[in-house]
């Protein structure tokens, strides 16, 4: 995926809270996690007007500082090397690639992406299979977008979300259902665009 050119358009981030429900589990001092580009949160509002009656979109986690990126890489490749202590240096960084992008191509760093979940009005959320950022391991799989070891009642959730989001324009990262981005080099990738149009950055 590092060849996939990124033309940076320059958009800028924009806050999520006061515009969608943002939750605050992820929350930091700053609110960075509160931030995504302009364009991206223009295509969420997009998407939560198509959700059925009641439903809405509860935002977790968007922009991520580059240090907190590699932060998570590092912790879940230290848990895996607990769990498989036989796995090479290799074999662990392709493992922890699965759930956590490493910081050379992470688009949560680009505020390219957001990690969300689906709610009712009074802000309470619904059965989707898994909590949010449940990895494969603790979850048994689950976390795939496509798992078959879920309820009917999250397969639908599931389902409600991506066709709003898809029709939205994001694409979704299969191994995460809550997780899905517009404009970083994996969109680019599955849309055939030719180049990325949003790269890494600060918040400023
Ligand atoms: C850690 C998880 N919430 C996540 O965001 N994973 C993707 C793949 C990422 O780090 O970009
Ligand atoms: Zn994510």
């Known amino acids: 995926m590092t060849s996939i050119p990124v033309e940076d358009n320059g958009e800028p981030l924009a806050d999520v809270r006061g515009v969608l429900a943002v939750d605050g589990r992820l929350a930091d001092p ?3 996690y509160a931030h995504l580009r302009e364009s991206l949160l223009a295509r969420l509002v997009k998407a939560q007007r198509k959700l059925p009656y009641g439903y809405r979109l509860l935002v977790v986690e968007g922009y991520r500082p ?12 230290d848990e895996l090397r607990g769990a498989f202590p036989e796995m090479s240096p290799e074999e662990l960084h392709v493992a922890a690639s699965r759930y956590v992008s490493p910081i050379e191509v992470a688009p949560h760093t680009a505020g390219a992406a957001v ?15 898994t909590p949010v950022n449940a990895n494969p391991e603790e979850s048994d799989g689950a976390c ?13 959730h ?6 709003a989001l898809e029709a939205a324009g994001l694409v979704n990262y299969p191994t995460e259902w809550w997780h899905w981005s ?19 950055r600060t918040l400023p």
């Open 66 to 77: 580059p240090a907190l990126q590699r932060q998570y890489f590092e912790g879940y490749k």
């Open 30 to 32: 700053g609110g960075a």
């Open 115 to 129: 990690d969300l979940t689906l709610a009712t009005e009074a802000g309470v959320e619904l059965d989707m299979g």
């Open 158 to 163: 599931r389902k409600i979300l991506g066709a």
């Open 182 to 200: 517009y404009g970083d080099r994996y969109w680019a990738m599955t849309t055939n665009t030719r180049t990325a149009i949003y790269g890494p």
């Open 144 to 156: 795939y977008t496509a798992a078959p070891n879920i309820s009917a009642d999250a397969r639908a």
